[in-house]
């Protein structure tokens, strides 16, 4: 530069100088210096609607009465602001009386301000302190979300933080005052429905529940809807839309189910906020975008909150000359910017005031801190919107969202999928369930603070994979997003794990074990003895023992050579042992005897009878014997005959079946062993064939046949003949009903055969696994449930729960005779009922007998009318009318042998053919014989 350019420079400042010392507090106008970048255009404007309402008093009563505010615009570009003001024609920009700074650059502005001694604020979404800035803080917006999303529940495992264009990534999170903050993960809108499929894909990866969105209205709604379709909507995942858009939300494709909290700020002064978007679209020629009204009623409040200082300054008397002017060249050392420390001084204790977008307050500081969001909870379809209170950083939360339930938040809402399963599931009466992992349930849900909602599957499954890939049962509900969780007797599998996941064991290792109906022996058994012959065998002999009577009573009877006959027919000799009467009872009584093998003192004399008893004789010890035999082996058997005791045994014998429970964990063990067996076998059957092994190795693969026994796929084989259980109460009816054998899980037998003395188990238990909870795959939960079961494990709940269900209906079983116990009273006792009942029998007879005495007295049956046929009866004589009673009547003489009758059967006095002449003595039963017959 010349010496005479510089000369005339140093002039114009000089009095530019003068100037401001003369006319600074006493002119009618302040100077203003709007920076502005390119794209804030928009900003600039708004700043100068703002300063035509300020002159035009709009507000009233903030600019001194008389003053107006003259704003010269700059737009920041490729050479520095220095340069920019210190051209040719700009040399007024060195004495102005503020500076609204609209630059990606406020370093460079500020600069200015504090060689000009200027006042500065800026409407930046920014996280610098030390800058006058109307736009409060953006970690404000996530301060907001923080309040709902972290209340109350503080242990999450991550947050996916989505944001746009509209809002910077470096800014958006509020690490300085939240350390506590889970794991967060922020990821870039992408501009695709494809690409932001994929984004959500990663987050299920991660196991994200929590997602906050920040951004415009528009791309929230695009993440939302793929969010839907992603199944993460709902349940135990939650959403949070934070925008700058002034616009309500808005999402067309977003389907049932879907649901958000959505926070944003509004216009305080619709109508204002209306009149300055259209200035900004008259001054740019395009209207304000939604993503930029916010920041544009902000640039707004700049300019008002610029003027309400000045005025503060102005009315305290202190917005004085500038300490400081700029020189454009040679040596620059500036002096302390008084009149900067005042307006910042000032603006620090500005009174909160209302404007466009509401109330403004610096509170002591350099940026604005009163913001509000409003808080809105949007439930599709419909949608229903609930505004639900509001949030400042002064106040925080406020209105019913500072006390809401959060049902859908913290408070989760799980769908829970279970069937019946005792004791782990028990459906009661009344449809609703306990059981111990109902109890762990309640435990988790406390502990977690989430609700949850019990759905019954109904069909019972679990859940195998089917032939076409996708899953039935439980399984497949979590797999297609319908269920969040699965509780019960659920086993964890490498298959299973695929699709879902599993939590620490809720159980202790189960494994497999037989469970056998307990066999019946004759332990216990009262009427075992009654067991040797079937029921129509001692139907048939009580029918022969019978008839056997009868038929001795009748040729007793009509027998020539019987006794009666012979007695009467005076054929019997001298000498001759003593004789009986067969009558009907008598006979049977003699019967009886003889087949029990007690005897009788006087038997047939015919040799017809006689014949008979000697069959009946033979047909009763051989009735004995094979009873005898039979009693004994069935004893022996009891004692000796085992069911099988290990599963080589079970499978390897047919006599008795054997199955598993479809669509379980022990189903898909038989299926896979079966599936392993086959798959060697191939592999035997395949090998060297279009390989390179040597010779040797394809020599020692050579044999005639199969060296593997297939025991899986036979054990596969005969159950799928015999058929599958559809249930464990199905199972356990066909083991009752047809005495088969179950595979079943440790836990549960352990419960059945606690709570029924009908089961046994043999054999070792095998194929051991956990159970667990099931849970979404990749869920959010697995981390803090792991946790809290490890928790209620350490504080004995889980044992405590144990013992409960499973000794509650426990009962006492009798303890298995061995082999060498004898038979015990519980055995033998139906033969002690049998004596009771004949003793009791025959003291109602005693007492029968008693009455009849008393009644018609002991000779009742001889003068009895019907004496003569009764008698008949009793003593079966037919026509004779001797009365001879039943209980004496067998006939003995009363001094040796039987009396004789006389020749031509005369009963008198005199000679006969070598027959004494002096009658003997007759007993009472002949006497009375011969009177009946005289």
């Known amino acids: 530069m010349s010496p005479k350019k510089q000369h005339f420079n140093f002039l114009l400042l000089l009095l530019l100088v003068m100037g401001q010392q003369s006319f600074g507090m006493i002119g009618n106008t302040y100077y203003f210096l709007a920076v502005y970048d390119a794209q804030n255009r928009d900003l600039l404007a708004a700043a100068q609607k703002a300063i035509a309402d300020l002159n035009a008093g709009t507000p009233s009563a903030v600019l001194p009465a008389g003053k107006t505010i003259n704003v010269t615009a700059v737009q920041s570009g490729s050479e520095s602001l220095f340069q920019t003001v210190c051209k040719t024609g700009n040399e007024h920009l060195l004495w102005i009386d503020g500076i609204l700074d609209f630059t990606a650059r406020p370093s460079c502005v500020e600069d200015l301000a504090r060689n000009l001694d200027a006042p500065i604020i800026r409407a930046s979404m920014e996280l610098t302190n030390d800058v006058p ?41 509020p690490y300085e005052d939240y350390s506590w903050y889970p794991p967060i993960y922020l990821r870039k809108i992408p501009t695709t429905a494809v690409e932001v499929a994929t984004l959500l894909d990663e987050a299920k990866t991660l196991r994200i529940a929590d997602f906050v969105v920040a951004s415009s209205v528009s791309n929230a709604a695009m993440v939302v809807q793929q969010a839907g379709v992603k199944s993460l909507m709902g349940g135990i995942y939650h959403w949070f839309v934070v925008t700058k858009d002034l616009q309500d939300f808005s999402c067309s494709g977003c389907g049932s ?46 300019a008002e909150t610029m003027g309400r200082v000045i005025k503060a300054q102005t009315d305290a008397g202190s917005f004085g000359n500038a300490t400081n002017w700029l020189v454009c060249s040679g040596a620059y050392s500036p002096s302390t910017p008084v009149r900067y420390n005042d307006y910042t ?54 209105g019913s969202v500072s006390t809401i339930s959060l049902s859908y938040m913290t408070i989760r809402n799980l769908i829970v999928r279970l069937t019946h399963d005792p004791p782990f599931v028990i459906k009661k009466a009344d449809g609703t369930f306990e059981g111990y992992s109902i109890d762990m349930l309640k435990n988790l849900a406390t502990n977690m603070n989430f609700n949850y909602t019990l759905v019954e599957q109904t069909d019972g499954i679990y859940g195998t994979l089917q032939s076409d890939g996708t899953w039935n049962g439980m399984m497949g509900a979590l797999a297609s997003g319908v269920a969040d969780m699965a509780i019960g007797p659920i086993t964890v599998t490498a298959q299973r794990e695929q699709i879902a996941d599993f939590t620490v064991p809720i159980y202790d290792y189960v494994s497999l074990q037989i469970l056998l109906l307990q066999p019946t022996s004759s332990k216990g058994d009262q009427t075992f003895f ?5 029921w129509d065998v001692w139907v048939s002999i009580i029918a022969i023992i019978t008839f056997t009577g009868f038929l001795i009573f009748f040729v007793d009877k009509v027998s020539p050579f019987s006794f009666q006959n012979r007695y009467r027919n005076d054929q019997i000799r001298e000498g001759e042992a003593e004789g009986k009467v067969f009558t009907v009872k008598e006979s049977l009584w003699y019967v009886l005897g003889a087949y029990t093998q007690a005897g009788e003192s006087f038997d047939p004399r015919s040799m017809s009878c006689r014949t008979i008893i000697v069959g009946f004789w033979l047909f009763g010890y051989l009735m004995m014997s094979l009873y005898t035999a039979n009693l004994a082996a069935q004893l022996t058997v009891d004692k000796l005959s ?39 076998y191939n592999y035997w059957l395949t090998s060297g064939i279009g390989t390179e092994e040597t010779v040797d190795q394809l020599a020692s693969l050579v044999t005639w046949k199969y060296p593997v026994i297939e025991r899986y796929t036979t054990v596969w084989n005969r159950m799928t003949k015999w058929g599958f259980a559809t249930s464990t109460e199905q199972a356990l009816d066909r083991v009752r009903k047809e005495n088969i054998a179950i595979f079943l899980e440790s836990s549960l037998v352990k419960y059945y055969t606690a709570k029924t003395c009908d089961f046994m188990t043999v054999g070792d238990p095998f194929a051991p696994r956990p159970y667990g909870i099931a849970l979404r795959n990749k869920s959010p939960l697995l981390k803090q449930m792991n946790v809290a079961i490890l928790s209620l494990n350490e504080n004995r709940v889980t044992e405590t729960l144990k013992q ?27 033969a002690f009922i049998f004596f009771c009942i004949g003793v009791g029998i025959a003291l109602i007879m005693f007492v029968a007998e008693k009455i009849v005495a008393k009644v018609y007295g002991v000779e009742w049956a001889k003068n009895n009318a019907d004496a003569k046929q009764v008698n008949t009866l009793m003593m079966m004589m037919g026509p004779s009318t001797a009365n001879l009673r039943a209980s004496n009547s067998s006939i003995r003489p009363a001094t040796g042998g039987l009396p004789r009758p006389m020749t031509g059967h005369g009963r008198g006095s005199g000679t006969g053919h070598g027959r004494n002449s002096v009658e003997p003595v007759k007993s009472p039963d002949v006497m009375e014989l011969e009177q009946g017959a005289r």
Request: aromatic share 10%.
């Open 804 to 830: 409960y269900w499973w000794s509650r209906d426990k009962v006492t079983c009798q303890a298995t005779s061995s082999a060498s116990s004898g038979l015990s009273l519980d055995t033998l006792g139906g």
């Open 345 to 398: 001084a000032k603006l620090k204790a500005l009174p909160s005031f209302s404007s466009v977008m509401g109330n403004v307050a610096f509170a002591n500081t350099l940026k604005n801190t009163d913001t509000t969001f409003k808080i809105a909870q949007i439930v599709y379809p419909g949608p229903t919107v609930n505004n639900i209170g509001t949030w400042t950083k002064a106040a925080g939360l406020a």
């Open 642 to 680: 085992q069911p099988p005791q290990s599963f080589d045994e079970l499978t390897t014998q047919v006599a008795m079946k054997y199955t598993v429970i479809k669509d379980t964990a022990s189903y898909e063990h038989f299926m896979r062993m079966k599936d392993a067996e086959a798959n060697l």
């Open 530 to 534: 009654l067991k040797a012959f079937t």
């Open 133 to 173: 800035n109307v736009h409060p803080s953006p970690r404000n917006y996530m301060r907001a979300v923080a309040a709902l999303l972290l209340r109350d529940n503080a242990t999450r495992d991550g947050i996916m933080v989505l944001y746009d264009a509209s809002f910077d990534a470096g800014s958006i999170l």
């Open 257 to 302: 189910g879907s649901s958000l909290f959505f926070f944003r700020q509004t216009a305080a002064d619709a109508t204002r906020a209306t009149a300055v978007f259209t200035a900004v679209q008259s001054a740019t020629g395009v209207a304000v975008a939604e993503s930029r009204k916010v920041d544009v009623l902000f640039a707004y409040e700049a």
